[in-house]
C-alpha cells in the first residue's frame, strides 16, 4: 500500500489578499514539505489581480487556487477554503509564512497519542529574526481586561520553550485542527472579520472538551504584519472592535462589569490619548468608529 494511502490527508489553507508575492514565497517553501498526503487551497479574497495566472506558472504541488467575488476577511474567509477542502485535518496558515520540512509530521503527532486533543500549533518564529520566538503557546487570557500575551515573544530561543504541552489558545497564525473539532463545534466566529477569531474559536473548542497543544518540534517563520501594515487603520480597527466583542461574547456578568470599568476609566482615555499626541488622526477614527460599533450592533 501506498505511504500516502496509510497517512491522513491534510487540507493547508491561506488566504491571499493583494500579495500574490508573499504567497508564492509561502508556496516555494512547501515544496520541501516531507509529508506526503495534502493539499493546498490558496483562497484569494478579492485582490485587485487575479492571482491564478501567477500561481498557477508556479506549478507549485497540489495548490489549487480559489477565487472569493468579496473579501470575506480572515475569519470567514477560511471557512470559505474549510467548506471546499476535502482533508481530515486542516492547517490554517498565514501566507506570510514559510513552512519548515516536518512541520505537517510534527503537528499531527499529538493527535495520534491524545484523543483530547482539537488543535495543535506550532512554535511560532520571526522570518526577519529566525532565533527569536513570536508564539510558544499563549498565557490564559484575562477576562476582565481582555488581554493575554504570547508566551516566549520577542525571547532569543534558546530551547527554553522546547517541551510541548498544553496551552491556552491557539494562534491564527499557524494551528491544525482535525475535522471532527470542526463538525462538533463550528468554525470561525464570521463577524469578527480580522483579529480575536481565534480566541474566540479557542474558547468554544476548549469549552467542549477539547485541549490546545503547542508542539514545539514543528516550526514555522512569520512574516508578521505584513497583510495589513503596522500602523494601519484595519488594523486599528478591528483589534480594536474586536477586544470588545470577544468580551461582550465570552465574558460572564461580572468580568463584563469590570472589563465595562476599566476600558471606560483607563482603555478609552489613553488610547485616544495616544492618537492625539502621536497626531494620528486616521487612527483615531478607526479606534472611535471600533467602539461605536460595539454601541450598535448586537455580539452575535
Avoid at 68 to 92: M, P, R, T, V
Avoid at 104 to 133: M, N, Q, R, W
Avoid at 267 to 279: A, D, G, L, N, Y
Wanted: aromatic fraction near 14%; proline fraction near 5%.
Amino acid at each position: 500500500m501506498s505511504t500516502v494511502h496509510t497517512k491522513p490527508k491534510v487540507s493547508i489553507i491561506t488566504l491571499n489578499w493583494n500579495g500574490t508575492d508573499v504567497t508564492c514565497s509561502f508556496l516555494e517553501s512547501s515544496r520541501n514539505l516531507l509529508y506526503p498526503n495534502y493539499e493546498i487551497l490558496v483562497c484569494d479574497m478579492n485582490s485587485l489581480i487575479n492571482p491564478q495566472s501567477q500561481i498557477n506558472a508556479g506549478h507549485y504541488p497540489h495548490t489549487k487556487v480559489l477565487v472569493s467575488s468579496k473579501n470575506l476577511g480572515f475569519a470567514a474567509g477560511n471557512n470559505w477554503g474549510i467548506k471546499q477542502a476535502s482533508g481530515d485535518y486542516f492547517f490554517i496558515v498565514n501566507n506570510d509564512t514559510e513552512l519548515t520540512p516536518g512541520i505537517i509530521d510534527e503537528l499531527l503527532e499529538p493527535f495520534y497519542e491524545d484523543a483530547s486533543i482539537g488543535v495543535t500549533c506550532p512554535k511560532i518564529k520571526y522570518f526577519s529574526h529566525p532565533d527569536t520566538i513570536q508564539y510558544a503557546g499563549f498565557e490564559k487570557m484575562n477576562m476582565y481586561t481582555g488581554r493575554t500575551h504570547s508566551i516566549g515573544d520577542k525571547q532569543k530561543d534558546t530551547g527554553q520553550y522546547n517541551t510541548p504541552g498544553y496551552t491556552n489558545g491557539a494562534h491564527g497564525c499557524a494551528m491544525m485542527v482535525k475535522k471532527e473539532v470542526i463538525e462538533k463545534t463550528g468554525m470561525f466566529p464570521g463577524t469578527f472579520f480580522l483579529y480575536y477569531e481565534e480566541w474566540d474559536w479557542s474558547m468554544r473548542i476548549m469549552n467542549a472538551g477539547y485541549k490546545i497543544y503547542y508542539q514545539p518540534q514543528a516550526v514555522i517563520y512569520h512574516k508578521e504584519s505584513m497583510s495589513v501594515g503596522k500602523d494601519s487603520t484595519l488594523k486599528t480597527y478591528y483589534l480594536n472592535r474586536n477586544r470588545i466583542l470577544f468580551m461582550r461574547r465570552n465574558g460572564s456578568f461580572p468580568q463584563l462589569l469590570i472589563f465595562s470599568l476599566f476600558y471606560s476609566i483607563f482603555s478609552f482615555p489613553k488610547i485616544i490619548f495616544h492618537f492625539i499626541i502621536q497626531r494620528k488622526p486616521a487612527l483615531l477614527k478607526a479606534y472611535l468608529k471600533a467602539v461605536w460599533w460595539n454601541l450598535t450592533h448586537k455580539s452575535t
